[in-house]
């Protein structure tokens, strides 16, 4: 398909930036990210960071690169430059993001304070003598570096260094932000309560951040550029680092890097879900950086909008649009808003399953984009799928993300498609979710497969076409596959009970598919039972709070909604139930279910607690929509000319959309390719290396 050229506005977007003694193609900036792949998986990382300089970023950075043995943050899989054997990892990334004409960067890190050291059992260090400040509360406390440790630290900064420009970077960072690093800790009153040259004054807590860029400078000379990457607040008022306090810290040190990277701290608040923050939430703190320096500045907010990233250049709030999640759920956003195809830019929902990668220590994945983590693992690639191999047309019965996802990339390879939607509507549980209180951002996934769709003239969709057995029969697809989806439980089943809970028979039990449709029950107290564990327990009482109903939401869990400490929101959640007056019972289950109470029982004890109540809503887990599929496998299928009836994504075994997406692109990019002995490993990985 021809596009025009891209809109004169959206030039300011493509002009070089020169940082220091290297130049940025474009304003387009990949900030440092991690991935849950690291050292464990450095090709499948490397390959994967190559794709994104293809896709036109014009710099790509590392996750933090632990510098040195005495301070590793297992159990998270990051990179690691410990000694010279960690070159060639790191050198192979630096290739792939050469290969297409983008500059690399990386992201050296002593945690310090934040590193547990699982791994290495060596004893943290820090400014103070403090327990570590790890997200796991891990029972470890970080001893107060002295003189001889301040001197050490800066002589490994100074090897790591070295070896960092040895691997081929162009860009070492010198990184004090997001309360994950050493340096950010001795520039916070928070963890610096030193009475020496490197503590109390804002100058004393500066000097050891002055001194290790001025050594950074001085060993890369005019090979490599040098930014700094800073927190410019922790939003904990006067108890911690605050934009005023950080803005003179910046002015101290002004000109000396050669690029300025800000952030908030810590990650949570950096990286907020969409859920609890718009895009461009942390414009208020690093507006009015720039004229603190002459040196670039850049910084993030979740930005989509290409209209707001140009008015940040416009308006001198930022010289390149910084980006971890977009440049994720689109590595090619750069290139296509180049080439004029700015709709179809997949947007990132802020959803931040990414992150789960990280705190999961698994393969970074993404709800928009199912190539995300197997560019080499799998050899998929977010823009181009091989050719179809067949001319047998393909039958996709429901409009899910799975659906959707396996129509796009079967259109793409070339197969003819129908896709049948039994409702008037296509997107399944997207659409439904999206209308939830904080989630509208998420029918992005629905929206950008739709005008795919519509460019595909060999994908045809019906609505409203709710097929039988019959009917499916009867139009003799050679290939089936039931995308359904599937409803959530009305009994109780789940995590904790296996079998359904006793009910009585005048008891009011809704559902969160009840909820979608609008059939709120009567009365107004209502017990949300959370035995799922994710966000639709939590959404579920929230929603119901709007409505005015008395909610108490109960889990067997410790908190509410545990699950999303892996997407950093468990927090944000719990805080915006009890604003919204939702009480909280944890460490409960729920064990019976009568007309007007309910009993929990504590998971420790088994003491009962009796609730009054008009009706209950468990969130816990959900059956596939699978009739469809079980009465087609019962068919004679050989008479029809059907070859294969597959279930995919809800329909198959319900997870997350990023689970179902996935599903659907894997669904189309194993169509017709020659299958595998049942012993083989369907995906690439590394193996290490005995000595």
Request: with cysteine; hydrophobic share 40%.
């Amino acid at each position: 398909m021809k596009h025009g050229p891209r809109p004169a506005a959206y030039d300011i977007l493509f002009e070089p930036v020169k940082i220091g003694p290297v130049t940025a193609r474009n304003r387009f900036y990949q900030v440092p990210h991690c991935n849950g792949m690291g050292y464990r998986d450095p090709t499948a990382l490397a390959t994967m960071r190559g794709i994104k300089a293809e896709g036109g970023w014009a710099v790509v950075c590392t996750e933090q690169v632990e510098m040195h043995y005495s301070s590793d943050i297992t159990p998270f899989i990051e990179l690691r430059l410990w000694d010279d054997r960690d070159i060639p990892a790191l050198a192979r990334m630096a290739e792939k993001i050469h290969e297409h004409g983008a500059l690399a960067g990386i992201e050296l890190a002593y945690n310090g304070m934040n590193g547990p050291n699982l791994y290495s059992r060596e004893v943290p260090m820090g400014p103070a003598h403090l327990p570590v400040a790890t997200f796991s509360y891990d029972p470890v406390q970080a001893r107060r570096m002295d003189k001889t440790d301040i001197a050490n630290l800066r002589a490994w900064h100074l090897t790591a260094v070295r070896r960092a420009q040895k691997a081929g970077f162009d860009l070492i960072y010198v990184y004090a932000a997001h309360a994950l690093g050493f340096l950010h800790h001795f520039l916070s009153r928070r963890y610096n309560d030193r009475t020496d040259e490197y503590g109390g004054s804002l100058e004393n807590r500066v000097r050891l951040l002055r001194e290790i860029t001025e050594e950074t400078k001085a060993a890369v000379g005019d090979v490599c550029a040098v930014p700094i990457r800073i927190s410019v607040d922790e939003l904990l008022g006067e108890g911690g680092l605050e934009r005023a306090e950080v803005e003179d810290m910046i002015g101290l040190l002004a000109d000396l890097p050669d690029l300025w990277d800000v952030t908030l701290a810590g990650w949570e608040n950096d990286s907020r879900t969409s859920r609890f923050a718009e895009e461009g939430a942390q414009e208020p703190f690093i507006s009015g950086i720039r004229r603190l320096t002459n040196k670039p500045v850049v910084g993030v907010g979740r930005y989509t909008s290409v209209d707001r990233m140009a008015a940040l250049v416009r308006k001198g709030v930022l010289d390149l649009i910084g980006a971890a999640r977009p440049s994720i759920a689109d590595p090619f956003l750069p290139k296509k808003l180049q080439e004029g195809r700015i709709e179809d830019i997949r947007e990132c929902i802020g959803c931040n399953i990414c992150v789960s990668g990280d705190f999961t220590q698994s393969p970074l994945r993404c709800t928009q984009n199912p190539t995300m983590g197997e560019e080499w693992r799998k050899g998929w690639h977010p823009e181009r799928i091989r050719a179809r191999e067949s001319e047998k047309p393909v039958l996709i019965i429901g409009g899910g993300p799975a659906g959707l996802e396996a129509a796009h990339a079967l259109g793409k390879r070339g197969y003819d498609v129908a896709l049948a939607e039994a409702g008037t509507e296509l997107g399944g549980r997207v659409t439904r979710e999206a209308k939830l209180p904080g989630l509208a951002a998420w029918a992005r996934v629905r929206d950008y497969r739709l005008l795919q769709l519509h460019k595909l003239p060999n994908v045809q969709t019906y609505l409203a076409s709710r097929l039988c057995t019959a009917e499916v029969l009867e139009f003799g697809y050679p290939r089936i596959v039931i995308a359904t989806g599937a409803k959530w439980r009305r009994d109780g089943v789940g995590h904790q009970h296996t079998s359904p809970l006793p009910i009585a028979p005048r008891a009011v039990v809704v559902t969160p598919d009840d909820i979608m449709d609008g059939a709120y029950p009567a009365g107004t107290r209502v017990l949300v039972w959370d035995d799922d564990h994710y966000y639709m327990g939590g959404v579920m009482a929230e929603a119901l709070a709007a409505k005015g109903y008395a909610v108490t939401y109960a889990t067997p869990a410790s908190e509410a909604s545990t699950w999303t400490r892996n997407t950093m929101e468990q927090h944000f959640i719990q805080k915006r139930l009890l604003e919204a007056g939702v009480e909280i019972i944890v460490s409960h289950t729920l064990t019976a279910i009568a007309p007007d109470h309910a009993v929990l029982d504590c998971v420790f004890t088994g003491r009962q607690k009796v609730l009054e109540i008009d009706a209950v809503l468990p969130v816990t887990a959900r059956l596939p929509e699978e009739m469809l599929l079980h009465e087609l496998r019962a068919a004679d299928l050989a008479a029809t000319g059907i070859e294969s009836v597959t279930a995919i994504g809800d329909a198959l075994a319900p997870a997350t959309i990023a689970h179902a997406v996935y599903a659907g692109r894997r669904y189309a990019e194993e169509l017709d390719a020659t299958p595998l002995p049942p012993d083989t490993l369907p995906f690439r990985r590394e193996i290490t290396e005995l000595l």
